[in-house]
């Protein structure tokens, strides 16, 4: 069966510091994945998705980027954190090739800036 | 540009009621796909229900049914014997299938709370 991992649950950063979130799945090949924000008591806004390596679209301007150095890996960055950047970082993966099939979210990074 | 709107912030509804989440949507693309997922307090994303832009019948799952309305572009979530358990937030999301690169947008989202 397919699984998603993604760490650390919990992290607190201070203002300017670099910022690396990973997510990886297990289980299947060729996933779409996408990284997304959410702000307490709010929706999940699309931050980054890719169909494949090296694949990256960006949906928000700002301060971070995503990588996929590999088909199931997916990582989340930023050289410098601002305080706008706390918040439930959600990474999600869905069937390559597939738009019917729903997304599987990992369980999140509580993302704290200070 | 893909939209996706839920206009209810918060609903109320007695346990063992039917209840309806609302949720539009605006899109160009004649093939996508509508997405209902639950998130409890923990902060977990359950997927509900899917429906089709192709799909002749409503999607039901359970207690769930999608009430989908092509012409009015309305994806309504159907809630029936509400329990206390489904007090949590609901999220509408879609997927555009053929332009969209499998990019997935969801809506601000709607609180219910079921009363005992």
């Known amino acids: 069966s397919q699984t998603i991992h993604q760490w650390p649950a919990t992290l607190v950063q201070p203002v300017g510091s670099p910022l690396s979130l990973e997510c990886t799945v297990e289980g299947t090949s060729n996933p779409n994945l996408y990284w997304y924000r959410q702000a307490a008591g709010r929706g999940l806004q699309l931050l980054f998705y890719s169909v494949g390596i090296g694949q990256i679209s960006s949906e928000v301007p700002q301060n971070l980027s995503a990588s996929r150095p590999q088909d199931r890996q997916f990582i989340l960055s930023s050289k410098k954190l601002l305080l706008s950047d706390s918040g439930f970082y959600l990474c999600?993966?869905?069937?390559?090739?597939?738009?019917?099939?729903?997304?599987?979210f990992g369980d999140g990074t509580r993302l704290s800036i200070l | 540009a893909q939209k996706i709107t839920q206009t209810q912030p918060g609903m109320f509804v007695q346990e063992k009621e039917a209840v309806t989440l609302d949720c539009t949507y605006d899109?160009?693309?004649?093939?996508?796909?509508l997405f209902w997922y639950k998130q409890p307090s923990s902060g977990e994303m359950i997927f509900l229900i899917y429906?089709?832009?192709?799909?002749?019948q409503n999607a039901t799952e359970g207690r769930y049914s999608l009430n989908f309305q092509k012409a009015r572009k309305s994806a309504n979530l159907v809630i029936s014997a509400s329990q206390l358990g489904d007090s949590a937030m609901y999220f509408c999301a879609m997927r555009e299938g053929m332009t969209g690169g499998f990019k997935t947008i969801f809506g601000a989202g709607t609180r219910l709370f079921v009363k005992a």
């Open positions: 429906q089709g832009s192709y799909d002749q």
């Open positions: 899109t160009s693309d004649p093939s996508y796909g």
């Open positions: 999600a993966w869905s069937v390559g090739g597939r738009s019917n099939q729903p997304q599987h």
